[in-house]
């Protein structure tokens, strides 16, 4: 027992040396990705000081503002004309709520229940926990069936608020595009161009770098988690091995007692026969006491 003990506790701390190796190197890749993405946010500040300074500088504008004006003031008016009608379906939103008592965003409710499935599925449970998540899930199912109205108005919603987002966009990308008409045939829109095109290349950078790291983050705390787990199995195995010992002890003791007062006995014999008593024999005394 003793043996396996100490076979599985040498295998948990070169697994727990493993991991915290691994974990360092994620580390130490983790913060450079950081430390880029923070170095690129700064260069590309910087580079937007500049762009501003150059617009600044520049008043004249080009013959096609005109029509990217009208654009652009044509996708504003179809914002305002959405917005009244979203502000509308908000109104039957409410209303329908209030109708069927709901407490949850259907799609919520659509989200926990695939999270749940994606629990039972992918993790190790027990079967009581199941058979609860699974009671739990047809609850949900049932409860986002019988709100078929509000899924229809927030898939409405959802539509329109899209619609918007779209229109918003294209008035933002005429409006950027006005703005950037205006600079073609000014001095020093060459510089401009530049920059712009230097920020967007840069800006791509740091999302890179910053999608890098938070992959290396989650990483890092996946290993983390398997540190800590073989820490405390190797935590339990030192217990156990304590016990072992301890238990060991205990019966060399109970051996050593029992022999001693054998001995002890044997040594009152000879007392009661006026026997000789021997070295051996004082020391048995001196060991009982």
């Known amino acids: 027992m003793q043996k396996e003990l100490f076979g599985r506790s040498n295998e948990l701390n070169k697994e727990i040396y493993s991991l915290r190796s691994e974990l360092n190197r994620i580390n130490e890749e983790k913060e450079s990705w950081f430390k880029k993405k923070e170095e690129l946010k700064k260069e590309v500040s910087s580079l937007i ?6 617009k600044k500088t520049k008043d004249k504008s080009n013959i096609s503002v005109i029509d990217f004006k009208k654009q652009r003031d044509s996708y504003n008016n179809q914002v305002k004309e959405l917005i009244k009608k979203i502000k509308e379906i908000n109104k039957q939103k409410l209303e329908a709520i209030k109708k069927h008592k709901v407490t949850f965003d259907p799609d919520q409710i659509k989200s926990k229940i695939d999270a749940l499935e994606l629990k039972i599925e992918t993790e190790a449970i027990s079967f009581d926990n199941e058979k609860k998540i699974m009671k739990q899930i047809k609850q949900l199912k049932k409860q986002y069936g019988e709100l078929a109205e509000v899924k229809k108005i927030y898939d409405e919603s959802a539509k329109v608020s899209k619609e918007i987002e779209e229109a918003k966009k294209k008035a933002e990308e ?9 600079l073609v045939n000014k001095e020093g829109y060459g510089d401009f161009m530049e920059l712009s095109k230097k920020i967007v290349s840069l800006k791509k950078e740091q999302e890179e770098a910053f999608k890098k790291f938070l992959e290396l983050k989650q990483k890092f705390n996946v290993v983390n988690d398997k540190l800590q ?16 010992n301890l238990a060991k002890k205990e019966q060399r003791e109970k051996e050593i007692k029992e022999i001693l007062e054998e001995k002890e006995k044997k040594i009152e014999e000879k007392i009661k026969k006026r026997q000789k008593i021997t070295t051996e024999d004082l020391l048995v005394f001196q060991q009982r006491k």
Do not use: A, R
């Not at 000081?49 to 150059?54: A, H, L, Q, T």
């Not at 005429?174 to 205006?182: E, M, T």
């Not at 787990?229 to 072992?244: A, C």
């Open 49 to 54: 000081k500049e762009i501003k300074e150059i």
């Open 174 to 182: 005429f409006h950027k595009q006005l703005q950037g008409q205006n």
């Open 229 to 244: 787990e073989k820490l405390k199995n190797v935590k339990k195995v030192k217990e156990d091995i304590n016990k072992v």
